[in-house]
């Protein structure tokens, strides 16, 4: 029996816009005086580990 079903729709429904992704980590890297690489990066990690986690053990 199934349990769950995952659609990915990433890059087909859905449109990454790195534009505005940019312009995030710019203005949160302004507002605590880091490097707006530094706000992509942990953008990005936390991102990648909420996935890990959503599709779980099977």
Do not use: F, K
């Amino acid at each position: 029996m199934y349990q769950a079903i995952l659609l990915d729709v990433y890059g087909t429904l859905v449109h990454d816009d790195e534009g505005a992704v940019n312009d995030v980590c710019v203005q949160v890297a302004d507002l605590i005086a880091v490097d707006p690489s530094a706000v992509a990066a942990e953008w990005s990690r936390r991102l990648e580990a909420s996935a890990e986690m959503a599709y779980g053990a099977g």
